[in-house]
Each structure stands twice: as C-alpha cells, then as structure tokens.
C-alpha cells in the first residue's frame, strides 16, 4: 500500500509540477519504506515464544538501524541529489501515516 501510493503521490506530483517535483517525491517515498522493509526484515526473522529474548533483540536493532538508515538516507538525498523540499517531505510523510493507518485500514475480523 506505500509503495502503491508514494508511486500515485510521485505521478501527481511529476503531473503538476515536473520531473524534478516528481523524482523528489520519489525520493521521499524511499527514504520511509526502505528502512521500513529493513526493519521488518530484521525484526521478523526469528519467531516463536522460545525465541522471545532474540525477537525482542532484534526490535531493538531493527529500529536502531531504522533510525540510522533514515538519517543517511536523508543526508544522501540532500548531498547528492538537486530535490525539492515540498514533495520530498510530504510523500515521505505520506508514507509514514499509511504505515500508521494500515492497521486500520486492512483490520481483519476476528473468528468465533
């Protein structure tokens, strides 16, 4: 569903404003679902209640690295890369509430 919609945000955005607006937005997507996808990689790896104390190890580096990744992302972009701020900021925002809201939006219904 993020990266669903940061593709629609990017596309309206490349519609209204050009390929600059556009690819900036882009970016803004990426920079909130890679280090989302790496930390649900890291996090979800072991699983079971007898690797509780490895799951829970591994929400704390997961987050860590999260955190980091976002950081580096962020600084890459504005390094290296011509963006505007606008659209970078609100498709990552975009993405960041959508990570909220999922499950809201995809709660299943309870059985029994």
Not at 2 to 29: E, I, M, P
Request: charged share 10%; aromatic share 16%.
């Amino acid at each position: 569903m993020q990266t669903l919609a940061v593709l629609a945000a990017s596309f309206f955005f490349f519609l209204a404003n050009g390929t600059k607006a556009g690819y900036s937005a882009l970016c803004g997507g990426i920079i909130s679902i890679v280090p989302n996808f790496v930390f649900a990689s890291l996090a979800f790896r072991n699983a079971g209640a007898s690797a509780a104390k490895e799951v829970l190890t591994d929400f704390f580096k997961g987050e860590a690295l999260k955190l980091v990744l976002v950081i580096v992302l962020f600084w890459v972009v504005f390094k290296t890369l011509d963006v505007i701020y606008l659209p970078l900021f609100v498709t990552y925002a975009l993405a960041i509430v959508l990570h909220w809201l999922s499950p809201l939006i995809f709660k299943s219904k309870k059985v029994g």
